[in-house]
């Protein structure tokens, strides 16, 4: 499904990926990115945002990673980033490049529920990109989806997904961060936001938010020193190094 943001265009996936992303699983998303570049907002800025359920995260970031085009991802409590969806081989796919995540990703998860524990190896191993995991609080995997507002009209449903008082202000917190985000690289001056990370969660007691710079880049092993040259923000260079710092000889390129 397409969803029109404030100043961009998001698609939102859902439950995609299996054991590894299939053909058809590869027809839908060139479908979806065909449909995207006839808005009018993608045609002029040729830019979109993603945003993904479950294990439709596993694709959209796969699709982030041979588009560059994408310009922001918001992954719901995605296969991304918990345990259960580690034993699908995503490192293993065709499309699977690292040095390819370069868009703010956006982490929003749980810890209600059991069979879906929190695991973000993967998420902090993409350090070429500038990424947030938020903690939310009153919610369970089902929230995520249309259930998070139907539970405040119905309370047979809310009892069975284990709502409490928390899940409908929790929802509202999140709805506000998962269209904020896009629309924060999307938007005006997004060349300038993009660079420097310039998003901030909703102030909320029930958000829980961890920010992870972007510092990815060539690693240079000298002298029990690790330099990085970061090819997304400045390099971060020794004590009074400077960017025209050479690397000597002996030094190994990792």
Aim: charged share 20%.
């Amino acid at each position: 499904m397409v969803l029109p943001l404030l100043r961009g265009v998001c698609v939102q996936s859902s439950r995609m990926s299996l054991r590894a992303p299939s053909v058809r699983a590869r027809e839908i998303l060139a479908f979806v990115v065909r449909a995207l570049r006839s808005e009018p907002q993608v045609r002029t800025s040729g830019k979109y945002g993603l945003v993904a359920h479950s294990f439709g995260a596993r694709s959209a970031l796969l699709l982030a990673m041979r588009d560059p085009d994408a310009a922001a991802l918001v992954s719901l409590d995605g296969g991304i980033g918990g345990k259960a969806g580690k034993g699908f081989f995503l490192e293993r796919t065709r499309n699977f490049d690292p040095t390819k995540a370069t868009l703010p990703l956006l982490y929003l998860y749980e810890v209600g529920d059991r069979f879906m524990v929190p695991d973000h190896e993967l998420i902090r191993s993409l350090d070429r990109a500038n990424r947030w995991l938020v903690k939310v609080d009153g919610m369970r995997r089902v929230h995520f989806t249309s259930t998070g507002i139907a539970v405040r009209s119905l309370p047979a449903l809310a009892e069975k997904s284990s709502a409490n008082k928390r899940t409908t202000a929790t929802w509202d917190a999140m709805a506000v961060a998962t269209t904020s985000f896009p629309d924060t690289f999307l938007g005006e001056g997004a060349e300038t936001t993009t660079s420097t990370g310039r998003w901030t969660p909703p102030a909320s007691p029930i958000l829980h938010p961890e920010k992870l710079p972007a510092t990815g880049g060539v690693k240079v092993a000298c002298g029990g020193l690790t330099l990085i040259l970061g090819d997304i923000s400045s390099p971060i260079l020794p004590a009074g190094g400077s960017e025209e710092t050479s690397i000597p000889a002996p030094c190994a390129q990792e």
